[in-house]
């Protein structure tokens, strides 16, 4: 990814891990927000303050992480929640329900190679609890309401996902270090290799600071113990999404239903990720509590 300075109108902002609105800040709000329903409820204030004067980032797309011999068929499934094909499941000694950044990378190294990011949504326990979002103000955007942003919430640990789209061999990532703040970080997929604490950094680094940093304030390096050894992780403020755009978990079920694999096979592979393997159901992004 490359950062340039910045006369463009859109800036990158990240919300624990993922990016959701640009400078002007307001100004992009308003007209969102006057684009809106008319019925729907009204935006969270973004914590933190305004966005200021911030740099334009142009992401990276990773799409030399996959190699020729690495494409998978999509796993036939039954949209009764049951699947036809063999199931990720985390490996001994790990959990489907990692709660923190080093639980996740756990997670991660015991999955097959290459590990893609269905393959990660398969190993997730279940109930799965998602937010969804039809905002495109993020680098990891949401392209239409049918393919909305999906945040997997656990716990204090929030994943982020797209089913297609550039973004959409991307995973973004935030752990809630304190209220009000995050520490943020992201993995291009597939995995050919067990992640390691500067594969995180590196995607949203930026020399001692990090693109996320151009929008959330008061970022700063933290001492944490899966980042130990290097120079921190990078944590800032949090901005929430605004509840506008906020998409029903009925909606993706949905298109996961119509999908068809045939058309769309990496789509369909990432959505039946999600709901072929139990009980998907909608919360809230984030609680009060750190």
């Known amino acids: 990814m490359k950062c340039s300075s910045g006369r463009a109108s859109r800036a990158a902002l990240v919300l624990g891990g993922w990016l959701v609105a640009c400078a002007p800040l307001e100004d992009e709000q308003r007209r969102e927000a006057d684009a809106a329903p008319a019925a729907a409820a009204p935006p969270l204030a973004a914590s933190g303050g305004g966005a200021g004067d911030v740099v334009s980032v142009e992401r990276a797309h990773p799409e030399d992480a996959r190699g020729p011999d690495d494409t998978e068929p999509p796993p036939a499934s039954d949209r009764d929640g049951t699947s036809t094909a063999p199931r990720c499941v985390p490996a001994p000694g790990t959990t489907g ?3 923190t950044i080093a639980e996740l990378m756990e997670l991660l190294a015991g999955l097959p190679r290459p590990t893609t990011l269905a393959c990660l ?12 979002t ?14 909305p942003r999906t945040f997997v919430v656990l716990g204090p640990l929030v994943l982020s ?7 959409s061999r991307l995973l973004e990532l935030g ?6 703040r995050s520490i943020k970080a992201e993995l291009p997929f597939p995995l050919r290799q067990a992640p390691a604490p500067d594969d995180l950094l590196d995607q949203v680094g930026l020399g001692r600071v990090s693109m996320c940093g151009g929008c959330h304030t008061n970022e700063r390096r933290v001492a944490d113990a899966f980042f130990d050894g290097s120079d921190g992780a990078f944590e800032s403020d949090i901005i929430p999404p605004l509840y506008v ?5 009925d909606v993706l079920r949905g298109e996961a239903e119509r999908c068809d694999a ?3 096979p990496e789509r ?10 139990g009980e998907v159901r909608q919360t809230e992004l984030w609680s009060e509590q750190p």
Do not use: I, K, M, N
Request: proline share 8%.
């Open 268 to 277: 369909c592979e990432l959505l039946g990720a999600l709901f072929d393997h």
């Open 245 to 249: 755009y906020q998409v029903d978990v």
């Open 161 to 167: 996902v797209v089913a297609e789209g550039e973004a």
């Open 175 to 180: 752990y809630r270090s304190a209220p009000g």
């Open 121 to 132: 949504l398969q190993s997730l326990e279940r109930p799965l609890e998602v937010y969804l």
């Open 134 to 147: 039809s905002s495109t103000l993020s680098a990891q955007p949401a392209p239409a309401e049918r393919s």
């Open 262 to 264: 045939g058309q769309e």
């Open 97 to 99: 329900a990692p709660a």
